[in-house]
């Protein structure tokens, strides 16, 4: 039996005020919008990801497929864990791929309470960074209530 990758970050329960957590992070490059990310104070993460043209359709799509269904809870790619140390952050979570699923770990820097940005994204294989990578992503916050449900049989 082919096996996914173990979550590196352990699930920890976020009790700060870094950032705000009663909505989603999103990224914007050139006129879309990217890569949802709903934090939870139980260290939980889901990523719902998609392609939108509007914040609207983000709201919408969040609304239609995450609170309305049900579904995405049986989705092992969406989910995942985070930790916030004063302004750094980082959360790893597994992506979609041809089993095994791989785990990968963004990391980067608080901000703002609304604001984020990932610098590095690497996997950790036998206590070590692999496939480390440089980015320069910007997560700009939205408010949104009530946010998808953080149970899930992935995510201790």
Not at 19 to 38: E, H, M, P, T, V
Not at 48 to 66: H, P
């Given at each position: 039996?082919?096996?996914?990758?173990?979550?590196?970050?352990?699930?920890?329960?976020?009790?700060?005020?870094?950032?705000?957590?009663?909505?989603?992070?999103?990224?914007?490059?050139?006129?879309?919008?990217?890569?949802?990310?709903?934090?939870?104070r139980n260290g939980v993460l889901?990523?719902?990801?998609?392609?939108?043209?509007?914040?609207?359709?983000?709201?919408?799509?969040?609304?239609?497929?995450?609170i309305n269904r049900q579904e995405y809870k049986n989705y092992k790619s969406n989910w995942g864990g985070f930790l916030i140390q004063g302004n750094s952050m980082k959360f790893e979570r597994w992506y979609p791929s041809d089993p095994p699923l791989k785990a990968y770990?963004?990391?980067?820097?608080?901000?703002n309470d609304t604001t984020f940005i990932i610098t590095e994204v690497y996997r950790m294989k036998d206590g070590s960074k692999t496939e480390v990578q440089t980015l320069n992503e910007i997560y700009h916050f939205k408010s949104f209530k009530p946010k998808p449900d953080s149970t899930n049989k992935f995510i201790n």
């Open positions: 039996m082919i096996k996914d990758d173990e979550l590196t970050l352990t699930r920890t329960n976020y009790t700060s005020n870094q950032l705000r957590i009663d909505g989603y992070y999103y990224q914007k490059l050139n006129n879309n919008f990217f890569s949802i990310y709903c934090f939870y889901l990523a719902t990801g998609g392609v939108f043209s509007s914040i609207q359709d983000m709201d919408k799509y969040l609304y239609d497929e995450f770990v963004r990391a980067g820097t608080i901000l």
